[in-house]
T-cell receptor, first 115, second 117 residues
Framework: GAGVSQSPSNKVTEKGKDVELRCDPI?????LYWYRQSLGQGLEFLIY????????KSGLPSDRFSAERTGGSVSTLTIQRTQQEDSAVYLC?????????????FGQGTRLTVV | KQEVTQIPAALSVPEGENLVLNCSFT??????LQWFRQDPGKGLTSLLL?????REQTSGRLNASLDKSSGRSTLYIAASQPGDSATYLC????????????????FGQGTELSVKP
């Protein structure tokens, strides 16, 4: 595709439910990044995938959060048993391997609201 | 723990004015520093990236400087225009401790810029 595509663009869920957020990176980009942006915390790193290497999960805030990247392309961020503090905009970005986050393109994000 | 601070939090200027946005960070062990722009409801757009060995980068009306020893960076915008209105974010990439840690950026809270016609 022309850019990084995220779906859904908006998601409202009830506290305690599980949600899945999807990211379609730019074709050919082997690196994929998830960040979240919340009012109180600003932008926070969540997880980084690079090719077949073990992902850097150091930013995931709790074990309720997990992410997968299937076939080196599409990624899904899953939040189990959602809490109100999970409400945020979840941003995905992708880049070519050698460029790192400095050469990444960001999607428009998924706005998650937990009620 | 690396912390990034941006001052001011918000800035309103008349069109045509030159302006400076400030960013400071607490740990000088950085790989690079990057300035982004964010428009409401949209993702981030990278503006300038300064490697740790560099002092400044320029793109059009934008100039970013880096003083690693003092933990400071500035973004200079010349001849501001209403289209420059957006939130400007500063982010540092820490030196990775492991090979797979190249994706982490630590962001400041941003400066919300409004340029009035």
């Amino acid at each position: 595709g022309a850019g990084v595509s995220q779906s859904p663009s908006n998601k409202v869920t009830e506290k305690g439910k599980d949600v899945e957020l999807r990211c379609d990176p730019i074709s050919g980009h082997t690196a994929l990044y998830w960040y979240r942006q919340s009012l109180g915390q600003g932008l926070e790193f969540l997880i980084y995938f690079q090719g077949n290497s073990a992902p850097d999960k150091s930013g995931l805030p709790s074990d309720r959060f997990s992410a997968e990247r299937t076939g080196g392309s599409v990624s899904t961020l899953t939040i189990q048993r959602t809490q109100q503090e999970d409400s945020a905009v979840y941003l995905c970005a992708s880049s070519f391997a050698g460029q790192g986050i400095g050469g990444a393109f960001f999607g428009q994000g998924t706005r998650l609201t937990v009620v | 723990k690396q912390e990034v601070t941006q001052i001011p939090a918000a800035l309103s200027v008349p069109e045509g004015e030159n302006l400076v946005l400030n960013c400071s960070f607490t740990d000088s062990a950085i790989y690079n520093l990057q300035w982004f722009r964010q428009d409401p409801g949209k993702g981030l757009t990278s503006l300038l990236l300064i490697q740790s060995s560099q002092r400044e980068q320029t793109s059009g009306r934008l100039n970013a400087s880096l003083d690693k020893s003092s933990g400071r960076s500035t973004l200079y915008i010349a001849a501001s225009q209403p289209g420059d209105s957006a939130t400007y974010l500063c982010a540092v990439r820490p030196r990775p401790a492991r090979y797979n840690q190249g994706g982490k950026l630590i962001f400041g809270q941003g400066t919300e810029l409004s340029v009035k016609p």
